[in-house]
């Protein structure tokens, strides 16, 4: 009987080919980081019934205003900045919203985006704004919220989630009421 | 009348030099627009992307060019300036982010990625080159009587099958 055994010749081909191995593995880290890049550009926007990431505002007037603290209130927080053109049309009534609506307890926040604050200032004189408003200090609200300009107004329930998300510029101080009313009632 | 020529010429250079001097210290301690630019292009616009701040002419890029201004010539210095904005706005405000941290990814990895895909490149072609006319070196005689009897063997046993 003769034995059937494969020669040691061929046997040393099933030896790791070690330089294909490495390259694969380069390969998949680069696409891996480029998959990932690709994930975090294309993020989008945050969603109506989301939770709304918490921020602290420190405003011009001094204060620090943490947003987790508020929880059972309704918040409107305005992003915007006094170069911004668009911004000026919902100035004034965002500002006449929070009038109506300060003894409700819904609280007003007003982010100031890449901003200086001589300029900033200006702009909340020139609206007469008395709403808390403070620097987007280091852009975090700006990419926490992950917004894509400037302005944006995000209204938070009192369970903290979205209630509404708007970008650009509210075109009457009725739409402002409507977005709040609807945060109110859920 | 030549020498009053003369002197009056000299009056009137001494008066246009007083005017310069008076000038050049009414100018002093106030930035430049090349000092300010000089941080400036250290900086990038917040609203445009990969735009420095001292080629960008969008309003918010000349509000921040205002504000360097204004805090050169409050005494701040350089890097306290920038230190303001990177505070204030992040670290993507920096053209030249610091290598440290997570910013070290990115000068290595570029060019990491590029020694990796040369030396890959590299790999392939030596392979293509040693692929293309090599002769098959064929089996051992070991290999040759191995495979013979193994055929003669598979052939016997289908005739005896048949």
């Not at chain 1, 004034?92 to 001589?118: K, P």
């Not at chain 2, 000299?10 to 210290?25: E, L």
């Not at chain 2, 670290?91 to 990491?112: D, R, W």
Request: glycine share 6%.
């Amino acid at each position: 009987m003769m034995e059937k055994s494969i020669p040691d010749s061929k046997k040393n081909k099933a030896a790791i080919n070690w330089r294909g191995v490495i390259t694969g593995v380069f390969l998949f880290l680069v696409l891996a980081l480029l998959t990932l890049g690709l994930l975090q550009a294309n993020r989008g926007l945050l969603k109506v019934g989301e939770p709304a990431p918490d921020f602290v505002l420190n405003t011009f007037d001094g204060d620090q205003i943490d947003t987790s603290e508020l929880r059972g209130q309704v918040i409107v927080v305005n992003v915007w900045a006094s170069w911004c053109t668009t911004c000026v049309y919902e100035a004034v009534e965002l500002e006449q919203a929070y009038q109506m609506y300060r003894d409700r307890g819904v609280v007003f926040l007003g982010v100031d985006w890449s901003d200086t604050e001589t300029k900033a200032l200006e702009y909340l004189q020139r609206f007469g704004i008395t709403y808390p408003n403070g620097p987007d200090l280091a852009g975090r609200i700006y990419r926490d919220y992950r917004l894509k300009g400037v302005p944006e107004t995000f209204i938070i329930d009192s369970a903290g989630r979205l209630s509404s998300v708007k970008i650009g510029a509210y075109a009457s101080l009725e739409e402002i009421v409507q977005a709040i009313e609807f945060a109110l009632d859920s | 009348m030549r020498k009053k020529i003369n002197t009056a010429a000299c009056c009137f250079i001494v008066v246009i030099m007083s005017f310069a001097v008076v000038r050049a210290s009414a100018q002093e301690g106030q930035p430049t627009d090349d000092d300010v630019n000089a941080i400036a292009k250290q900086l990038y616009c917040p609203v445009c992307e990969n735009t420095p701040l001292d080629v960008c002419g969008t309003q918010a890029c000349i509000d921040w060019r205002v504000e360097i201004r204004q805090k050169l010539t409050e005494g701040w210095s350089e890097e306290e300036i920038i230190q303001y904005f990177v505070d204030r706005h992040g670290m993507q405000v920096l053209v030249q982010p610091p290598a440290e941290g997570f910013y070290l990814f990115i000068y290595i990895v570029p060019p990491l990625i590029l020694f990796m895909g040369i030396l890959i490149l590299m790999c392939a072609v030596r392979g293509w080159r040693k692929h293309v006319p090599v002769e098959s070196p064929g089996l051992s005689p070991d290999e040759q009587d191995f495979y013979m009897t193994r055929i003669e063997d598979e052939l016997r046993r289908r005739q005896d099958d048949a």
